[in-house]
């Protein structure tokens, strides 16, 4: 728990410098409810997790509580087994604060009790989700990442293992449209997910280094029945394949300070259709593969290496800084030169290494 809040606390700090937004305090970050299983996984009683997540939120305002207990109410129908128990866990915690602290919405019923296992009352419309916590995009925000005006969603966090993460979301970037419709605030892009069948995919449009970009994501979880088996979502996302191309690369993994080594690979070649998937795939190969060369180096974790959209260019930093980067070209004379120019302006031990068989 306090590993997730020590990454919220470091990543709202960051939102914040550049929006001007009121910070909240401890790990309160997640006004979607989405990205709340940390509690899942911890070890203890029911009551114990509670009074640690108390802790967390203790100095929180009335009006900020209140948003908080309101948006972790709403996705409970979306949500299942430990997932919905972590969620009720929060609530839990953040209507004790309220009671504590004598908030006006303290004494309001709902459903926010461990025990509890109905969905809201008020929830009438159907809800969706797909793992991705989020904010309103700020004025602030919007000039900073190069968008004209302050729309859409930023993600500032994601649920490992459901859609938002397996399909290639990334923190930072801002959800302009889902299924075509254009979402500024949570609950819209709720009721976009909601009106899916649960266990299907939806078209994403987002903005992501200053170049908007579309991704199919799924299997996202709504409370729209799941369809029967063998039958065919009418409304599926589809999106034109990239060509195939023949891509010359080189990857290369430094570590930080004066005198840090690293290694690098060859030039090499591979034919793919140049997408962040497949060449996040590739750099991690090469990550592994200098594990293994190098016993007791690069052990750091590292996270899935973001790639600029022609996929030219991915990297990755673990925590101790160790630096993951895999250039690329579509010319062999330009991936030489990347090369070339890689051993001669900083030198680094070649590792005889070739991309594993697709």
Known sequence: MQRVCKAARAWMAALVAVSG???LSGCALDPVGLAVGAASSASGSEASMTADVAAAYRGTNCPTLEALLKAYNDPLPTLGGRERQAQLIHITAVRQLMAEQRCPAADTAGPG???SAAAPAATREPQGAMGAAVVPLTAQVAQAVGLESPRGLVVTALMPGKAAERSGIRAGDVILEV????????????????AVPSGQSVLVKLWRARELRELIVGPITSTTPALPPDAVYADAPVLPAAPVRERFCVAQVTGSGLFASGVHSPLFTVRN???????AKLATAFLEAARKAQPGYWRAPHPRPTCSRDSKVCTSASADSDVLMMLCETEREKGTAVYESLRRDKPLTELAWSPPAS
């Open 179 to 194: 299924r075509g419709v254009a979402v500024d605030d949570a609950v819209q892009m709720r009721r976009a997910l909601g």
């Open 21 to 23: 937004a009121a910070m």
């Open 273 to 279: 259709d140049g997408s962040e998937a497949e060449s």
């Open 113 to 115: 009790t461990a025990g």
